[in-house]
């Protein structure tokens, strides 16, 4: 019993200095903020257990806009609405947009992130301007913002079309009212990489929607060996770069709200939820002193999260840059207490 209330207590000190240690930190970049606020903005999905929906609820109020997993173009090219929202979720989502102000986006994403179904729809202009017109169609039914575009993983060839598909997207868009965002791959120079940012080019998307989000994210992923999701240094390296070729005031800086539990070179995607019990299971984890990160090693395995400590250096950088602010990818995944880091910043 004595033994059992020894450990809890140690536990709780080193908690409690944690909470300590990351308030300090929270204070100070508030004291620190002297621009505009930052806009915070986030994803929301529909295949989890409800937690990123619930998440939305919760948290509308604190945010600027969120996107909604809500269209799919398929490999024929063919845009379809997903199951989720449904017609009462929309409706619920409408009125608590109306309700806290939060702008509110139905995201569209090529299944499967390959380009097949969108090369269909680029191959003509007659395509191209049929797929605007069913996003716009959706968007102005369901009585939201606007569109956000999620085209992943297309190839290097692709570049001119999708510039064109996201030109005639824009105008079909911004002729009835409504805004787009994009979410691009990350680079830190043209054309990229590998074809997925290659295929994006910057400085062209940039001049023709409303705000772009850079996912400054997966700097090591599910099929990489274990690293760091999102180290400061290349962030830094990938917005400043980002910066030359968009206008600061349209960027968003991605911020991964999740962490990755690798066995060699093959990870999964874990939540805050998940990272806890881990933690609980195999503890104590060290903060990786570059990224700042949070790192398990248990049963062979290696853990890396990015909890709401880790992305505190990240908060000057956007001010440095003057960026619009941030996007959590994704809403229901991440350290609760990020939350209270948004509210601080835009006080």
């Known amino acids: 019993m004595l033994r059992d209330l020894s450990e809890n207590a140690a536990s709780f000190s080193v908690y409690s200095r944690a909470v300590i240690a990351f308030t300090a930190l929270i204070a100070a970049a508030a004291m620190s903020h002297t621009a505009a606020p930052l806009k915070m903005s986030g994803w929301v999905i529909f295949d989890d257990d409800g937690t990123s929906y619930a998440t ?203 962490g990755y539990d690798w066995l060699d070179k093959k990870a999964n995607g874990i939540s805050w939820a998940q990272w806890s019990q881990l933690l609980a299971d195999n503890g104590p984890a060290t903060r990786d002193s570059a990224s700042h990160e949070m790192v398990l090693k248990y049963k062979g395995r290696t853990v890396f999260f990015s909890d709401a400590q880790s992305n505190v250096p990240k908060f000057p950088i956007a001010r440095n840059l003057g960026l619009r602010g941030f996007a959590l990818w994704r809403l229901g995944a991440e350290d609760p207490r990020l939350w209270d880091f948004f509210d601080r910043l835009k006080k």
């Not at 997903?82 to 009125?95: G, L, N, Y």
């Not at 956000?148 to 290097?156: G, T």
């Not at 996912?215 to 099929?223: A, F, I, K, S, V």
Request: net charge neutral.
């Open 56 to 258: 939305f609820k919760k948290h509308a109020a604190q945010l600027d806009a969120v996107s909604f997993s809500w269209i799919g173009c398929d490999q024929k090219g063919v845009i379809k609405e997903h199951a989720r929202p449904t017609a009462a979720e929309k409706a619920e989502i409408v009125r608590i947009s109306k309700k806290t102000g939060v702008k509110v986006y139905a995201m569209a994403v090529n299944e499967g992130f390959t380009p097949a179904g969108l090369e269909v729809a680029m191959a003509t202009t007659e395509g191209m301007k049929a797929h605007a017109d069913a996003l716009v169609k959706i968007a102005l039914a369901a009585g939201i913002d606007g569109i956000d575009l999620d085209y992943e993983s297309l190839k290097a060839s692709d570049r001119k079309n999708f510039t064109t598909l996201v030109e005639t997207i824009c105008r079909a868009a911004h002729s009835k009212g409504l805004r787009v965002v994009i979410a691009v791959h990350s680079k830190e120079s043209e054309p990229g990489t590998w074809d997925g940012p290659i295929a994006q080019d910057f400085a062209a998307l940039g001049k023709v929607v409303d705000s772009v989000r850079v996912m400054t994210y997966d700097n090591h992923w599910e099929t990489s060996e274990a690293g760091p999701i999102a180290p400061p240094d290349w962030v830094a390296s990938v917005m400043k770069f980002s910066a030359t070729q968009i206008a600061p005031g349209k960027l968003e800086m991605g911020i991964p709200g999740y």
